[in-house]
């Protein structure tokens, strides 16, 4: 760890203008530092992997510094707001006047009110599947015979305890979603318990019981506190993104070596080189988009949106220049392989986007 951090500040204080010059081509020239280097002209541009760590480390110091997880997470988990618990029809009417309030236009509010229409049916729905349980309950304790004699008298008494019993019972021993444990069980102990009353057919499975524990202890450690839950959980996801790009990159490279099977003069590794300088170029580019979109957010000015868009498109076409230049295919050849080398890198982000959520749900 000391080395990768010396190393880092030698690069910083000793670059000799190689970074500046190495840097103009990478992104005038899409794919020819690639090119060059697997032919063998390597002494004029600074080496991919020191150029990546420092462009890495760059980025992500400033990617860390303007993206904090309090900030990401405000409106739907601000303590004093109206929409921080929604438990009720009622609570979610205040809710929407709430955010109705600071909608900008009418698309927003049409959002707005779509999304507290879903949770208030989702809450009346709980409330309808409640009321008919208990109700079959009542029916139970109010058919129960009544009979004159002294000795009966507590008969129905005896009945109705009985069904409070079954309502506890039922309460407790229900089965339950693993990510509603928390809300039903304090404890792992009580979760335990729980399981063991139920038919064994009716049990969680092993992955289950894992994730319904684990947001039971998540529930005892954050107390229904979704602000701070959500905070913690988002901060240790966002600081895994290194660890993720960094997977991401052979496996992109696999796709690439898949997609160009056919020619044999490119190695696996120079589609890791390529990728190399691709991932070098995003980092640029995304400091440069972060950049803009932080300005709109302070200027309140809509037409920034356009340069926004504008960007985005430029570095699609980056890639797929890049592409044409480095494997020397058609345009037609190209674009398909970029259309299909998209496809794959999507699920497969997908993929690793849950893997390290998981990661990060597991170390808190």
């Keep these: 760890m000391w080395g990768l951090v010396s190393h880092f500040f030698y690069d910083i204080t000793h670059f000799d203008g190689k970074f500046f010059s190495t840097t103009k081509l990478l992104i005038t020239k899409p ?6 280097y697997i032919k063998g002209r390597r002494a004029r541009y600074l080496h991919p992997i020191r150029m990546y760590v420092f462009s890495s480390a760059l980025f992500f110091l400033i990617f860390f510094s303007l993206f904090k997880p309090k900030k990401m997470i405000k409106g739907s988990f601000m303590d004093d707001s109206p929409i921080a618990v929604i438990d009720s029809a009622a609570k979610a009417s205040e809710a929407e006047n709430f955010l109705l309030a600071g909608a900008r236009d ?3 509010s049409a959002v707005i009110m779509g999304g507290v229409a879903k949770v208030t049916e989702r809450i009346r729905e709980k409330q309808r599947v ?7 309950l009542d029916s139970i304790a109010a058919a129960s015979p009544r009979s004159d004699s002294d000795e009966d008298d507590d008969e129905p008494n005896k009945v109705r305890e009985a069904v ?3 309502k506890k019972a039922q309460k407790k021993y229900r089965k339950v979603d693993w990510d509603e444990a928390s809300t039903h069980y304090k404890t792992v102990e009580a979760y335990d318990s729980a399981q063991k009353a139920l038919p064994e057919s009716e049990r969680d499975g092993w992955w289950t019981r894992l994730a319904a524990k684990r947001n039971i202890e998540l529930g005892e450690k954050y107390k229904n506190d979704e602000r701070a839950f959500w905070t913690d959980i988002i901060d240790a996801f966002i600081h895994l993104f290194p660890y993720m790009l960094f997977i991401s990159l052979p496996l992109y490279a696999l796709f690439m070596k898949l997609l160009y099977f056919r020619h044999k003069q490119f190695y696996y590794v120079d589609h890791g080189i390529f990728f190399i300088y691709l991932y070098i170029f995003t980092f640029i580019f995304l400091l440069v988009y972060f950049s803009v979109m932080k300005i709109k957010d302070a200027t309140h000015q809509p037409w920034m949106g356009w340069i926004e868009g504008l960007l985005l498109l430029a570095g699609t076409f ?6 044409r230049n480095f494997y020397g295919q058609s345009r037609g050849m190209t674009i398909l392989k970029f259309i299909l080398l998209n496809i794959m890198a999507f699920f497969a982000l997908m993929i690793l986007f849950i893997f390290f959520f998981t990661i990060a749900v597991v170390k808190m």
């Design 31 to 36: 794919g020819l530092l690639p090119a060059e």
């Design 106 to 108: 009418a698309e927003d």
């Design 130 to 136: 409640k009321d008919s349980t208990l109700n079959a």
């Design 164 to 166: 409070k019993k079954a």
């Design 318 to 323: 980056y890639t797929y220049k890049a592409m």
